[in-house]
T-cell receptor
Framework: RKEVEQDPGPFNVPEGATVAFNCTYS??????FFWYRQDCRKEPKLLMS???SGNEDGRFTAQLNRASQYISLLIRDSKLSDSATYLC???????????FGKGTSLLVTP | EAQVTQNPRYLITVTGKKLTVTCSQN?????MSWYRQDPGLGLRQIYY???????DKGDVPEGYKVSRKEKRNFPLILESPSPNQTSLYFC?????????????FGDGTRLSIL
């Protein structure tokens, strides 16, 4: 089983739609979870950390299910500018090294 | 401005010619890391450093060397580059904290080894 698995997509959605991405991780000792956004040929940028109780930042909501080793990202009211690849990132147990998922591609269309 | 700076941004070179990609951060971060990104494989960690003079292998260290003589700098060295090292490389840094600090990435270095 891969360390971090994501549906690669692409997800093509119209503006204003709600879209959800899922991610599973294999290391039960992982403690830190993030969603990063990467635009084409650019560096990854932190979108949001994911906390045990779930957290929201504007139109973005992240959830963590430790029992199922599952992380989700929900984007409401999609904008054209949300088009990007979304990377699920999980730390390797107790250390600081990170495992990156291969990313889920989102295209928001007019 | 807080940033991670990589140089060069683009490099085309030939097999066997030693090269160094520099990485510098101005945030006084303890942790620094190098990744390569290839189509279909995502980001893979090459080496990382927990602090000055402390480095360790990531998932794909073969063919690479690093050093951490100063806190701000973490160069990536390819002693004898080969075509399979053609890739997009990212340097990243973060504060140690409790291991839950996000990483700040440089703009990337696109290497082509002919």
């Amino acid at each position: 089983r891969k360390e971090v698995e994501q549906d690669p997509g692409p997800f093509n959605v119209p503006e204003g739609a709600t879209v959800a991405f899922n991610c599973t991780y294999s290391n039960s000792a992982s403690q830190s979870f993030f969603w990063y956004r990467q635009d084409c040929r650019k560096e990854p940028k932190l979108l949001m950390s994911v906390y045990s109780s779930g957290n929201e930042d504007g139109r973005f909501t992240a959830q963590l299910n430790r029992a199922s080793q599952y992380i989700s990202l929900l984007i409401r009211d999609s904008k054209l500018s949300d088009s990007a690849t979304y990377l699920c990132v999980v730390n390797k147990g107790s250390g600081y090294a990170l495992n990156f998922g291969k990313g889920t591609s989102l295209l928001v269309t007019p | 401005e807080a940033q991670v700076t990589q140089n060069p941004r683009y490099l085309i070179t030939v097999t066997g010619k030693k090269l160094t990609v520099t990485c510098s951060q101005n945030m006084n971060h303890e942790y620094m890391s190098w990744y390569r990104q290839d189509p279909g494989l995502g980001l893979r960690q090459i080496y990382y450093s927990m602090n000055v003079e402390v480095t360790d292998k990531g998932d794909v260290p073969e063919g690479y060397k690093v050093s951490r003589k100063e806190k701000r700098n973490f160069p990536l060295i390819l002693e004898s580059p080969s075509p399979n090292q053609t890739s997009l490389y990212f340097c990243a840094s973060s504060s140690q904290g409790l291991g839950n600090q996000p990483q700040h990435f440089g703009d990337g270095t696109r290497l082509s080894i002919l």
